[in-house]
C-alpha cells in the first residue's frame, strides 16, 4: 500500500479496498447493490410519472422529487467506494434534497391551482396556518396565520432559503478543508457553518410541515401527509443517524486507524447503511404511491374512478 502522507485523510480508493477487512469489503459490495436496486426502482417510478401524469409542470416537480432517492444511494455508494469524495457527496445529495423541499412546496400550490386559488380554499374551509407545529411545536404561544396568499408566501421563503444555504456553506467548507489540507482540524469556524447548517435544515422542514398541516384535509385524495413522512424520514436517516455516527466516532466508539480518522470512518459506517434505509424509502414509495391509487397519476385509474 502506498504510503499516506495526511494522517487522517482518507485513502486513494485502490489503497483502501488493499487494507480493508473481507467483511468491509462485502458490506460494500452490498451497498454498491443496495444502491443499483434503488436506481431500478426509482426508474419505474419515472416510467410511471412520465405515462400517467399529463400535466407538464406537475410531472416536471415529480420527476425532481422522484431523483432523490437514486442521487442519494449513488452518492452514498460512491462515498463508501471512494473515501476522499465522502464530503462531497454529502454535500451534493444534501443541496439537492432541499431543493427537493421546495419543489414540493410547489407541488402542493400546482395541486390546489396556485398560491391564490390555495389561499382561497384554505380561507373556504377555514384552515388556518398553525404556526405550533414540528419540529417547533413546544412553544405554546405559537399563533396561527390566516391563510392569505402573503403568508403563505412568506412560509414558502423558509423553504427556498435551504439549497442556497447549503450551496454557500458547501463552498465555504471546500475553502476551509483546502487550507487545511482535507483534514478536518479544529476551527471555530466549523462550528458556525454547523449551526447555520441545522438553522437552514430546521426552517425548511418546519415549512414544509406548516404548509403541509395546513392542506392535507383538501389535499386527502394525493396522500400528501403520507408523501412528506416519508420526506421526513428519509431526512432523518440523512442527518439525524450521521450526527450520531459522528458522535461515536468522538467518543472512540468508532476509533480512528492507520487509514483515516475517526470521522472518516464514521462517515463510511453511516453511508453503508443508508443505503438500505434509501432502499426501504423507495419501497415504501412504490408502495403507497401506486398511479391506481393515487390521483396526482391524473391519466391512471384513480382518476378515471373519481
Known amino acids: 500500500m502506498s504510503n499516506i502522507s495526511i494522517p487522517g485523510f482518507p485513502p486513494s480508493s485502490t489503497d483502501y479496498f488493499e487494507a480493508i477487512s ?25 416510467r410511471s410519472i412520465v405515462k400517467f401524469v399529463s400535466v407538464e409542470y406537475r410531472r416536471h416537480l415529480m420527476l425532481w422529487m422522484s431523483l432523490v432517492l437514486p442521487i442519494c444511494a449513488i452518492c452514498s ?14 454535500s451534493f445529495s444534501m443541496i439537492y434534497f432541499m431543493s427537493s ?15 391564490a386559488k390555495m389561499a382561497n380554499q384554505l ?11 414540528p419540529p417547533i411545536c413546544c412553544f405554546p404561544c405559537m399563533p396561527r396565520l390566516a391563510p392569505t396568499e402573503a403568508n403563505i408566501y412568506k412560509i414558502e421563503w423558509l423553504v427556498l ?15 476551509v478543508g483546502l487550507n ?20 437552514s435544515t430546521i426552517s425548511a422542514v418546519y415549512g414544509c410541515n406548516v404548509l403541509t398541516r395546513a392542506s392535507q384535509q383538501a389535499l386527502q385524495q394525493y396522500n400528501i401527509r403520507r408523501l412528506f413522512v416519508l420526506v421526513q424520514i428519509l431526512l432523518i436517516f440523512i442527518n439525524l443517524q450521521e450526527a450520531i455516527f459522528e458522535f461515536l466516532g468522538q467518543l472512540d466508539v468508532i476509533p480512528s486507524d492507520a487509514m483515516m ?17 434509501v432502499l426501504v424509502v423507495a419501497l415504501l414509495t412504490t408502495l403507497f404511491f401506486r398511479p391506481s391509487k393515487n390521483h396526482m397519476f391524473d391519466m391512471s385509474g384513480a382518476s378515471v374512478t373519481s
Open 77 to 90: 455508494a460512491i462515498g463508501v467506494s471512494v473515501p476522499r469524495s465522502v464530503a462531497v457527496v454529502e
Open 161 to 175: 432559503q435551504a439549497p442556497v444555504v447549503r450551496f454557500i456553506v458547501l463552498f465555504i467548507s471546500l475553502i
Open 261 to 277: 480518522s475517526a470521522n472518516y470512518r464514521a462517515k463510511i459506517y453511516h453511508h453503508l447503511l443508508f443505503t438500505l434505509e
Open 180 to 199: 487545511n489540507a482535507g483534514v478536518r482540524r479544529a476551527n471555530p469556524l466549523y462550528a458556525v457553518i454547523n449551526i447555520i447548517t441545522a438553522i
Open 123 to 133: 380561507m373556504e374551509r377555514k384552515s388556518d396556518i398553525v404556526l405550533r407545529s
Open 101 to 115: 423541499l421546495l419543489a414540493f412546496v410547489c407541488l402542493l400550490e400546482h395541486l390546489f391551482g396556485g398560491r
Open 22 to 46: 473481507p467483511t468491509i469489503r462485502a458490506l460494500t459490495i452490498v451497498a454498491i447493490v443496495l444502491a443499483l436496486i434503488t436506481v431500478v426502482l426509482s426508474g419505474l417510478h419515472i
